[in-house]
Nanobody, 129 residues
Framework: VQLVESGGGSVQTGESLRLVCAGSGISFDEVVIGWFRQAPGKEREEREGISCISKREGTTYHRTSVQGRFTASSDGAKNMMYLQMDNLKPEDTAVYYC????????????????????WGQGIQVTVSS
C-alpha cells in the first residue's frame, strides 16, 4: 500500500489550496480514508483528524473547525482523494497526511491516527498572515 500526497505549499491568509492523495495497492472505494494534520512540534499521536470518507457507507465527515472551509472528496475511478481548502488561516499551518484503514465505517469523530493503518509521507501547508 502506498499513499502519496501532493498539492501543498505556502499561501497567504484567505487563499486556497487543493491537496491530492494518490493511492496504490488499496481501493479507496473499499476502505475508510481520511486527512490528518500534524502541527509543528507535535507527534504522530497528536495529529488532528480533518476528514473521513467511507464510500461503502456513503458518508463524509469534517472536523468542526474546518467545516465550511475544507471539503474532502474522492474519485474511485482514479483512486484519489482530495482536500479543497479555502479561506486558509495561519492556524491551518501543518503537515497534512492522507491515511487509510480497512474498515467499513468512519471511526467516531473521525478517530485518532491510531485508528488508521496506512499513511503517506505528508505534505507541508504553510499559511502566513
Amino acid at each position: 500500500v502506498q499513499l502519496v500526497e501532493s498539492g501543498g505549499g505556502s499561501v497567504q491568509t484567505g487563499e486556497s489550496l487543493r491537496l491530492v492523495c494518490a493511492g496504490s495497492g488499496i481501493s479507496f472505494d473499499e476502505v475508510v480514508i481520511g486527512w490528518f494534520r500534524q502541527a509543528p512540534g507535535k507527534e504522530r499521536e497528536e495529529r488532528e483528524g480533518i476528514s473521513c470518507i467511507s464510500k461503502r457507507e456513503g458518508t463524509t465527515y469534517h472536523r468542526t473547525s474546518v467545516q465550511g472551509r475544507f471539503t474532502a472528496s474522492s474519485d474511485g475511478a482514479k483512486n484519489m482523494m482530495y482536500l479543497q481548502m479555502d479561506n486558509l488561516k495561519p492556524e491551518d499551518t501543518a503537515v497534512y497526511y492522507c491515511e487509510a484503514v480497512d474498515r467499513r465505517t468512519c471511526p467516531p469523530f473521525i478517530g485518532g491516527p491510531q485508528k488508521y493503518t496506512y499513511w503517506g509521507q505528508g505534505i507541508q501547508v504553510t499559511v502566513s498572515s
